[in-house]
């Protein structure tokens, strides 16, 4: 709609410039006369032209404005349903299968999943820097692309749990269970993975590890997800 009003009103801007530079411009019959005229036409032409601009910006800025009131209130929803969540063992935590992909919000940094029961849940492509989700259980969890600089995920399971592409530069993932976890593409610099169990996890030549170098791994290594023989759980 702002597009079409810009392009109605700006052909109407240079009709009236072309009018009123060409009244305005010094004529020998009547040069007060027009050039009076010519001056009111462009004088208009840029008083509403500036008038239009100014109202597109400030319901621009409205706009914006309304977005990240709209973002946080459902962020601060977010964070009363996790809050709300129950964490132990053996119990239904109402995120099992979450996703939290919001309309408004793909920024989750800060967040606090400590224990939270998390099998299966949705956070594909989303900013989840800082998030803390130690003691969590994120078992076949998407985190694909992800990024999680500085995450927290020590004792965490993480058996399953597709973190293909995902940037984990610095993260904490002391004792976790990675057991057959999806690290494809993985960016794993500076990360802890002291006493981490990786049995089977599954890597790639892509694969970035704790000191930032990639190695080539043989095809047994390297195993396709069907190829890969079953690991104990993390239980």
Known sequence: MDVLILIVFGTAFLGLVASGMYLWWPSRHDPSSRSSIGAALLTGAVVSFAILLLQLVMEARLDDLEQR?????????????????????????????????LENAKDLSGFYFVSKILRDAKFRGLTLNGVNFSGADLSGAQLEDAKLHGAEFRTAKLQNTFLGGAELMGADMTSACLRLAHLEGADLTGADLTDADLTHALYDAETTWPDGTKKACAQAECRQPEQTPPAESCD
């Not at 209130?73 to 129950?86: F, K, P, T």
């Open 69 to 101: 009131r709209s973002s946080e209130r459902a962020l601060q929803d977010l964070r009363q349903q996790v809050a709300a969540s129950e964490g132990r063992e053996g119990t239904s935590s109402g995120l099992e299968g979450f996703d939290f992909h």
